[in-house]
């Protein structure tokens, strides 16, 4: 069964760091891309980071730049975000989501994968 779990969130105060888990299974992972999306209460769900098969080519959205890093280990098939200098505008549930077409390169458009995983809350407050 293939399925993507997400893992590693919490309650965080801003300045924070997060190191987010997605954990692969069902499916070969090192063929895919795959990205981290957010979504906050009440808001679009947005990709934040995008990373290839091999994990040379990363992907990021302006809002997350010089403070999220992705990461993957295809051996261990798991994609990581280290989220670091946490703001409370990064509060919202985090997902990790694979593309649809084997070795794509990076598109954050939601409509361009179909697989997700259930998602990992991150709350930053004081």
């Known amino acids: 069964q293939l399925q993507l779990v997400e893992s590693g969130g919490g309650l965080v105060q801003p300045g924070g760091s997060l190191r987010l888990s997605c954990a692969a299974s069902g499916f070969t992972l090192r063929y895919y891309t795959i990205s981290w999306f957010r979504q906050a209460p009440g808001k679009e769900r947005e990709g934040v980071s995008c990373?290839?098969?091999?994990?040379?080519?990363?992907t990021y959205a302006d809002s997350v730049k010089d403070r999220f890093t992705t990461s993957r280990d295809n051996a261990k098939n798991t994609v990581y975000l280290q989220i670091n200098s946490l703001k409370p505008e990064d509060t919202a549930i985090y997902y990790c989501?694979?593309?649809?077409?084997?070795?794509?390169?990076?598109?954050?458009?939601?409509?361009?994968?179909?697989?997700w995983g259930q998602g990992t809350q991150v709350t930053v407050s004081s």
């Open positions: 989501a694979r593309m649809k077409t084997v070795q794509a390169t990076c598109i954050m458009n939601p409509r361009e994968y179909d697989y």
């Open positions: 990373i290839g098969r091999s994990g040379g080519s990363t």
